[in-house]
Every structure is written in C-alpha cells, then in structure tokens.
C-alpha cells in the first residue's frame, strides 16, 4: 500500500506557541524518504523538512522539527513559536519508486493550519 | 536562479477541448513530474520525465500525455477536456530523478474546465 494518512483535517495554533501537525503512513519498504511540504495561498508547495528513514535522528530545520517514530510508521511536524506566515495547508509526503527508475510522491490529504494573532 | 515555472497560471476550457500545459525546470534539472491537484485533495502523481523518458506514470486515462524536450521543459497534454480534470496542475523538477534530491514545485497552472 501506499497510503499516507493525515488525521487532521484542520488545526489552529496560537501566534508564538507550538503546533504538532500528524501524518501516518504505510510501506513495506526499510529505506524511504518522508517529506513535509507547505502550501500558501500562492498555490506553490514548499518544502519544509525531509527525513531519510534509514537515519534514526529527526530532522530539524529552524522552527521545524520532525518525530520519526519507523515502527509505528509516523511522522509528525512540530511547529516552534509559530509566526502568522506559518499559516497554510501542510502535507506529508512519502517518496515512492515507480519501477522505470523514477519516484514518485504520494501525499497525504493535507491539514489546514491557521495562527491566530 | 528561476525557480521552476509554469505557463499559463490560469485558464478555461470547454468541455471536449483539448489543453497544453507548459513547465520549465530549473536550470540543470533533468527530471520533471507533473501532478494534479483537486481542490481540497493533496497532488496526486500523473508523470514522471527524467532525460526525456519517461520514468512513470499515475492512475490517469490515456487522455493525459507528457513530454520533455532536449532542454529539458515539459509539457502535459490533456485531451478531450472532462469537468473533473479541473483542477490546480504542478510540475516539479529534481537534479535527479528525485532519489536523492528533492523536488522543488511550480506555482501551477488553474485548470477549470466548463
């Protein structure tokens, strides 16, 4: 299967407070890359945060920070001191071969978040 | 550096019509993949195109047809237009073929079919 699950269709978080977004996913795989991508109003999907699944260590990009749970096939977005420009849709992705040497992402449903002022 | 960019940003199609959506990946990018977005859904995978071969393709009829020129840019074809393939278009580029670099997206292209 290659289906990734977000739970959470809508989230709203506290300007300068901290948000975690949920993600789940299935595979058979052992390596794999997940990924975090935002989308704004502009419509254009943003990258956030990767992480290798053969790497044990979360991913951390600035505010951004990853909870890479491999057995439960988890993968959760901590937002830190969220600023209003933080607001989007945020999905999960996970990369996925297509068998002709190239990949694919299958993303998630997607999780609106807004910050309130 | 141009990000990667798509033309047009909008249009409207009538149904039956057939459509040419056009991407230009970053400069040194070999692969483009183009999806297809539903309001309210996540990007659903339509084509993957590394070297000008094609590498995969989606759940999609064979009304859907892409290619990638000797410099690389893409274009997604779309014939005889349904309402249900409104819908927000992107194209993506990657170095490789995305197994080791990431992909960075377009602003798409606005699809709505009448």
């Known amino acids: 299967a290659q289906t990734v699950t977000q739970s959470q269709p809508e989230m709203s978080v506290q300007e300068a407070e901290t948000v975690t977004l949920s993600c789940t996913y299935d595979?058979?795989?052992?390596?794999?890359?997940l990924f975090w991508y935002k989308q704004p109003p502009s419509r254009q999907m943003i990258l956030v945060i990767r992480q290798e699944a053969y790497k044990q260590q979360n991913a951390t990009e600035n505010r951004f920070s990853v909870n890479f749970q491999k057995a439960a096939k988890s993968f959760s977005l901590k937002i830190s001191d969220s600023q209003l420009g933080d607001a989007a849709m945020y999905f999960c992705a996970r990369r996925v071969g297509t068998g002709e040497y190239g990949n694919k992402l299958v993303f998630g449903a997607g999780t609106i978040l807004r910050v309130k002022s | 550096d141009a990000g990667v960019t798509q033309s047009p940003t909008h249009l409207i199609k009538t149904r039956g019509q057939h459509v040419t959506l056009r991407c230009s990946p970053i400069?040194?990018?070999?692969?483009v993949s183009w999806y297809q977005q539903v309001l309210g859904q996540g990007p659903q995978f339509i084509f993957q195109?590394?070297?000008?071969?094609?590498?995969g393709r989606g759940n999609f009829p064979d009304r859907f047809s892409a290619r990638q020129f000797p410099n690389y840019s893409s274009e997604l074809n779309v014939n005889a237009l349904l309402l249900g393939d409104s819908a927000l278009y992107l194209c993506?580029?990657?170095?490789?073929?995305?197994?080791?670099?990431?992909?960075?997206f377009g602003s798409g292209t606005r699809l709505t079919v009448v």
């Open positions: 993506a580029s990657s170095l490789d073929r995305g197994q080791l670099y990431g992909y960075t």
């Open positions: 195109y590394y070297e000008k071969e094609e590498r």
């Open positions: 400069s040194g990018h070999k692969s």
């Open positions: 595979t058979s795989e052992s390596d794999y890359y």
